[in-house]
Structure formats: C-alpha cells, structure tokens
C-alpha cells in the first residue's frame, strides 16, 4: 500500500496565491508547520489504521461498539496533539486558528484514513453548534471535554422513516424537572457508539409533547451516552442503546448504529436554544458538515491519485508508443490522460474548498462573504464528492483487473468515497438549496458578485508576455459567461415553472463547479508562470501546476458549453415526463 503524503506545497500555494477572500489571519512559516505537522500524524498514525479497519470493522457486543485495533490509541494522539480544536474558541482550550486551517487538516486527515476524519469532523460540528446555541453552564461543561478529545460528538437527524424529510421525525422529548426526556429510534449514526473515548454527546431532534405538526415543531437537544456531573465527569449509563449496526458498502471504520432512545424511563437531555426551533438549530451542524463533506472527498481522491501513480511509475504492462520495452504504464497516454484527471480534480476542488472555508472566516464580520460563503458550500459539498467518487474510479481503471481485486486496496477508496454524495443531504438537495436558496432567494445577486470578480480577474490577466495564456484566458472567459447564462436562465424559467429548474438543478451545480474550480486552476497557471519567469521558486512543482492547469482547461472546463446546453434547453423533457415513460 501507498504511504499517504500530504499536499502541503498545494495547500500553502492556494493559501498564498490564490484566494480571494482576505487574508488568512496566519503567517505563512506558521502556516506551514501546522501543515506539516498535520501530515507527519496522517502518514504515521491514521494511514496505517486504514486498510485495517476496512477489514477488521467495529463489533458490536453486549451493548458496546469494540473498534478495530489501534483506533484508541488514535484517537487519544490526536486529541493529545491538540488537533481536534484547531479552529475552537480557546477560552474552551482550542487554538483559535482560522476555519480555513481547519479545512486544511481534516483533508489530510481523511486522505490518510476517511472514516476517522469523519469523527473529527462531526465533533468539531457539535461543538460550533453549542458555541451557538447552547447557554453558558452546558457550554462549559461539554465543550472543553469534546475539544480535548475526552467525548466525541455525534447528529441524530435519520429515523426509519424519516430521512431526509425530517418533517416527519417521531422521536418525542417531555419535560422532566430542568431536563427533558427523550424517547425514540435513530438510524444511520456515524460514530454512534464506540469505545475510543470515555464519553459521547449526541445531538438529537425530537418534538416535544404538544409542538407543532411538521418541521416547526421540531426542537434540538444534548443527549450524552453517560450522564455528567457539575464538573462534567462521567456517571451512570443513560438510556441512548446502541441496537445494530449497518452493513455497508465501505467507510467500514465508521461504526454507523441505530440507536434506541429511553427504553425505560427516557434518556436525559439538555434542550439547546429555544424549543421548536432545533432544525434551523442543526443547519449549523449540517452547513459545517456539508462543507467538510467534500473535503473528506478531496482527501480520498488525492490518496487515490498517489496510490495510482504510484503503481503507475512501477507497472509494466505492454509497451508505450514511443518506449522501449519495460517502460512502465504510465507512458501509455491513456493512463497518462487518468493520471492527469485525478490530478487535477484534486486541485480544482481543494482549491474551492479553501476559498469557500477563507470566506466562513471573512464571513465573521463581511456579510457578502458570509453570503458567498453559503453559495459555495452545496458546491463545495456535491462537486467536490462526485469528483472524489470519479477520482477513485479512475484510480482503479488505471490498476486495471488488479484494481478490482481487494488486495490492491484501490477499491477502497471507491467504496469508501461513495456515501459523501449521500449524507448530509444527497447531492440533488444540494443542488436544489444551489437554485432555490442561494440563487433564486436573493435575485442571483451573490452568484453575479462572484461571477463578476472571477471575470474582471480575468480581463485584467497579462498574457502578452506569455502568448500560451491567451488560450486558457480565452477559455475561462466562455466559461464564465456560460455560468453567467445558465444563472439568469434559472432566474427567468423560475418565474414560470420552478419544477423546471429543478429539473436542471444538478447540471447548473455541476457547471459552477467546473467553472469555479477552472479560475482557480487558471489563476494557478498564471501565478506559477510569473514566479518562474522570475527565477525562483520550486521549479518542478511549478511547471507542474502550469501542465496540470492546462489539461484541466482543455480536458475539463470546456464542459461547460455542453451544461448550459442542457441547462437552457433541457429542462422540459425531464420536468414533462409521465411516470408511464419509465
């Protein structure tokens, strides 16, 4: 198996060159030795665990989740290192940096081992939900215990027959002297039980006796697997169960339960915030989680790429036009093409990862970057996972039958990948929150701010000392017009018929993506050719990036014509269609 290396010299090129959002409240030395860092624990301790725990999967026995050999331990190094609080208030002993690092460190965190970044990641979401919502006592009594890595933290959205129609969730809470009682069932649980730490909180969604029918009825509550004392110290066991877990495709690190709520008397929780309002509550959560949704697939997609290219520089299989015999696959065009794919959907979607993370930041006092913020988290979430979950088959492909067969571990990454365009909202509600929320609620006027900026970078780019620029220039500029269009092409068709851009809606996504992630690859080139032009910088990475940028425009961006195709003209046959058809 390949060690896993993280992209640290992409990351600090991004952070350096090419966001647009502000500066990043960190210097660059700094910068680089958390990075650094980040990925020393990634290659030592997670990637190791990896293809482990995608054997060796959680148990569950007697009412408790054992984890895989090694997880504890882990778990307790990480949480030792200080690396669950990254972006936390250090009044609650984080280390205050920015989300924007935070982003960065769960990437590298999950490329090494998905299913344990994903309970980071859902841990640091229950904690940004009580810096929120909760009031001062359970703020300092469970906060502190999540960042030090003591509790992890899980959301308990799913019933069985409510998934993502939480309208209908029938977990019920009642009062019970200065708590409340909880009864029900959830399911599909991420890190619902386990033993790596001495303490769970969960999140949960119930309705209280006597609420409103239907999503305003539905209040938030802090539910943990232990009850606590003042000092926050760990009791007796509450009535939160662990009855099953799913068998799944992959992610099998991941012990997902169902959970059995106040068998007996109803398990102890503490209401979050004002009663009725816990969904618009949980969208804090969900927001944080969608976004670290498509980092955990940039993460897997770019260890799928090394471990492809790594086979690929060893592999001798036929020989290249042009080779000598014995000259590895990855002189055959075709898997140089693949290569060169997975590449550069990394980039483009780190890249737009770190400006949608930088604008969370700016957002804190900025509320046009808070707005675009918001734009680009479905993005973010669905762009950046469907890419990962192509990435990692094209991983596979370039492994030929090898691929296919367990032991290479190349389909792990596939199976793995696969369920991040599942949760946390499916990428079709992603894409209608896209239209619906983020274009069509204010008039499309964040997305033309964004579209605006991306096109005044590009009317301004110099390319008469770098004639080869011309043509990435002029390729950006089509596909930004063509994001432009298909925008003002949702905004007229909403007027008349909203199922229609409903039924575009995942096209439209997919076209921002490429469009975005094309200016930033763009951009790339651009500044990596200045800085060589110059003299300096790390020539190999350099012309790397200005390569990569290029088969991106041509291989990729170029999409974009054929989206708004289907965008503007194809909304009919799928809106119009009877279900006899099918």
Not at 23 to 48: F, M, Q, R, W, Y
Not at 355 to 376: I, P, R, Y
Request: net charge negative; aromatic share 6%.
């Amino acid at each position: 198996m390949t060690t896993y290396t993280a992209p640290t010299r992409d990351f600090l090129f991004v952070m350096e060159h090419l966001l647009d959002a502000g500066d990043v409240n960190i210097d660059l030395e700094t910068l680089a030795a958390v990075l650094e860092e980040a990925g020393k624990l990634a290659a030592k301790v997670h990637s190791p665990t990896n293809r482990t725990a995608d054997t060796d999967k959680p148990v569950l026995a007697r009412g408790q989740v054992r984890m895989p050999v090694g997880w504890g331990p882990m778990h307790r190094a990480t949480a030792d290192g200080g690396w669950i609080g990254t972006s936390q208030n250090p009044d609650y002993g984080g280390q205050g940096l920015p989300v924007l690092v935070n982003s960065a460190v769960l990437e590298i965190f999950c490329g090494a081992n998905m299913a344990f970044g994903l309970c980071m990641a859902l841990t640091e979401g229950v904690i940004e939900t009580l810096e929120h919502v909760a009031s001062d006592d359970l703020k300092q009594r469970f906060i502190p215990k999540l960042i030090s890595g003591e509790w992890t933290g899980t959301m308990n959205l799913t019933e069985p027959q409510a998934g993502s129609d939480l309208s209908t969730i029938r977990t019920k809470a009642w009062r019970d002297g200065g708590h409340y009682r909880i009864s029900g069932q959830k399911s599909f649980i991420s890190f619902g039980d386990h033993d790596m730490s001495e303490n769970i909180l969960h999140l949960v969604l119930a309705r209280i006796e006597g609420a409103p029918d239907g999503v305003k009825g539905i209040s938030l509550f802090a539910v943990p697997k232990y009850l606590v004392g003042e000092d926050g110290s760990p009791g007796v066991c509450n009535e939160v169960t662990p009855v099953s877990l799913e068998h799944k495709l992959g992610l099998h690190g991941s012990p997902t339960a169902a959970l059995s709520y106040g068998d007996d008397e109803g398990a102890i929780g503490y209401l979050l915030g004002a009663e009725n309002r816990g969904l618009e509550y949980m969208f804090i959560m969900m927001n944080r989680e969608r976004h670290m949704c498509g980092v955990q697939a940039i993460g897997v997609a770019e260890m799928a790429f090394q471990h492809a290219l790594a086979y690929a520089g060893e592999r001798v299989q036929g020989t290249p036009m042009g080779h000598s015999p014995g000259t590895p696959i990855i002189g055959h065009p075709d898997v140089r093409r693949m290569l060169l794919t997975m590449k550069a959907y990394a980039e483009a979607t780190r890249a737009l990862a770190c400006q949608s993370a930088a604008m969370m930041d700016a957002g804190e006092t900025n509320s046009h970057a808070q707005a675009e913020s918001e734009f680009l988290t479905p993005i973010v979430k669905a762009w950046s996972t469907d890419v990962g979950f192509e990435v990692a088959s094209l991983g596979m492909q370039v492994f030929g039958g090898l691929g296919y067969m367990e032991e290479t571990g190349a389909a792990q990454y596939m199976r793995d990948v696969r369920v991040t365009s599942i949760y946390e909202g499916t990428n079709g509600i992603q894409a209608n929150d896209l239209v619906f929320r983020k274009v069509l609620r204010d008039g499309g006027a964040t997305a033309r701010r964004l579209l605006d900026r991306m096109s005044q970078y590009v009317n301004d780019m110099d390319v008469s000392a770098e004639p080869v620029l011309k043509h990435l220039q002029s390729r950006l500029e089509i596909a930004l017009a063509d994001a432009t269009s298909a925008t003002e092409s949702l905004i007229v068709a909403a007027e008349d018929e909203a199922r229609y851009v409903a039924a575009v809606a995942v096209p439209y996504l997919k076209l921002m993506g490429i469009a975005l992630g094309g200016f930033y690859m763009v951009k790339g080139v651009a500044v990596a050719q200045g800085i060589l032009d110059h003299g300096s910088g790390d020539e190999e990475f350099l012309r790397t990036k200005v390569s990569t940028g290029h088969f991106y425009v041509d291989h990729i961006l170029c999409q974009t014509t054929g989206l708004t195709h289907t965008i503007t003209q194809g909304a009919s046959v799928v809106a119009s269609l009877k279900h006899e058809v099918y």
